[in-house]
C-alpha cells in the first residue's frame, strides 16, 4: 500500500437553543461557524478537505457558510438525530427516536422531509448520509439507497451503545457497498459506506458504560481519560488497515461543531492538531502516503468495488 486516502469529518449538529437543552451541539450559530471554519482551516494546512454532515436546522441557518465550504472543495452532507430534529420541527412528538429505532417507512418519510430542507438550502438534494451516534438497523441502507443517496459514514466498527441502538458489533471496517438486509456486511446496494476508523485492538468502557474503540476524534480525551495517546491510535489504525488491505483503504476522523478550533489555546483544539501530527507521522513512518479527500470519492470508488465472495457456512 503506497497511498492511504484521509477523510475529515464534522457532524454538525443544531445549536442547543433549537434542539434540547441536554443535547450535544453549539450554544449558538456563531459558534458553529467558528467550529466549522477553524476545523476546515486547520485540516487544510495539512492538505486535507473536509466532510460535513449537516443537520436540517443548521444547513438552514447556515447555508450561506456550508455554500461557500463546498465551493471551497470541501463536502456536504446530511446528518440526522430523529429526536433533536422532532423537537425543533415536531414539538418533540414526530421521530422522537435514535436513527436506529424508526421503521423503514418511519425513516424514509423523516429522510424525505429532510432531505426536502437541505435541497432547499444548498439547492440540490442531500448525496451523503450520517445518522447521528452511528445509530442504525437493517432497513437503513435500503431505505438511503432507495431515496438516492450515493454513500456515507454510517457505521461505527465495534461500538456498542444499545441505548442510541448503535450496535456494530462484527462489522465490516472498510469501505464497501452496503447490504440490503443485514447491515454489518458488504453486499450489492447502490450505496457506498464509509465506516468510522478505529483503534480494533482493544475496546474501552467509558464511565457511562457504553463500549468503543479509541478513534481519531479530538473530542475526547484519549490520553487523559483512557491512557491511550494518538501516536498508538494513529499507529494502530494504519497497521490494522494495511493488513487487512482493502480495496479502498482510508483513515477516517469525526469531530463536531462544538469546539473552539479558532483557539489554539483550547484542549481540543490542541488535541485536533495532535491527531493531525501523528496521522501524518504514522504514515511517513509507513512509508504510506495520505492524501485528503472526501466521502463523495470514497462513496464512488466502494461502489465499484464488487460484493466479496464469501463461502457458505454449512453450519
Ligand atoms: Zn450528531
Redesign the pocket.
Given at each position: 500500500m503506497r497511498e492511504i486516502s484521509v477523510v475529515i469529518t464534522m457532524?454538525c449538529?443544531p445549536s442547543t437553543a433549537t434542539s434540547h437543552p441536554r443535547a450535544?451541539g453549539p450554544r449558538d450559530w456563531a459558534m458553529g461557524e467558528r467550529a466549522v471554519l477553524g476545523y476546515a482551516a486547520i485540516a487544510r494546512s495539512y492538505g486535507f478537505p473536509c466532510t460535513f454532515f449537516v443537520?436540517p436546522e443548521t444547513i438552514l441557518a447556515q447555508a450561506d457558510l456550508f455554500r461557500a465550504l463546498e465551493r471551497e472543495g470541501h463536502c456536504v452532507g446530511l446528518?440526522m438525530?430523529p429526536w433533536k430534529y422532532s423537537f425543533w420541527r415536531h414539538e418533540g412528538e414526530r421521530y422522537r427516536a435514535h436513527f436506529g429505532d424508526l421503521s423503514e417507512a418511519e425513516a424514509t418519510a423523516l429522510l424525505a422531509e429532510a432531505s426536502a430542507l437541505f435541497h432547499e438550502a444548498m439547492g440540490r438534494p442531500p448525496l451523503w448520509f450520517r445518522p447521528?451516534?452511528f445509530s442504525a438497523n437493517d432497513a437503513s441502507f435500503r431505505v438511503l439507497a432507495a431515496l438516492g443517496f450515493r454513500g456515507g459514514s454510517v457505521s461505527a466498527p465495534e461500538r456498542v451503545y444499545r441505548e442510541t441502538r448503535s450496535v456494530w458489533s462484527g462489522c465490516e471496517p472498510d469501505p464497501h457497498r452496503a447490504h440490503a438486509t443485514f447491515r454489518q456486511i458488504a453486499g450489492d446496494l447502490p450505496f457506498g459506506n464509509m465506516p468510522l476508523s478505529a483503534d480494533l485492538s482493544r475496546i474501552l468502557t467509558a464511565p457511562n458504560g457504553r463500549r468503543m474503540p479509541a478513534d481519531f476524534r479530538p473530542d475526547t480525551d484519549w490520553p487523559g481519560q483512557y491512557g491511550v495517546s494518538y501516536r498508538a491510535i494513529a499507529e494502530n489504525i494504519l497497521a490494522q488497515v494495511r493488513q487487512r488491505d482493502p480495496a479502498v483503504p482510508v483513515l477516517n476522523a469525526i469531530s463536531?461543531n462544538m469546539f473552539e478550533y479558532r483557539d489554539p489555546a483550547d484542549p481540543v483544539c490542541q488535541r485536533f492538531k495532535v491527531m493531525l501530527d501523528e496521522l501524518s507521522g504514522a504514515c511517513e513512518r509507513a512509508g504510506v502516503k495520505p492524501v485528503g479527500t472526501t466521502v463523495a470519492d470514497i462513496a464512488e470508488r466502494a461502489l465499484r468495488v464488487a460484493p466479496p465472495e464469501e463461502e457458505f457456512a454449512y453450519i
Open positions: 457532524d449538529e450535544t443537520h446528518h438525530h447521528g451516534t463536531h
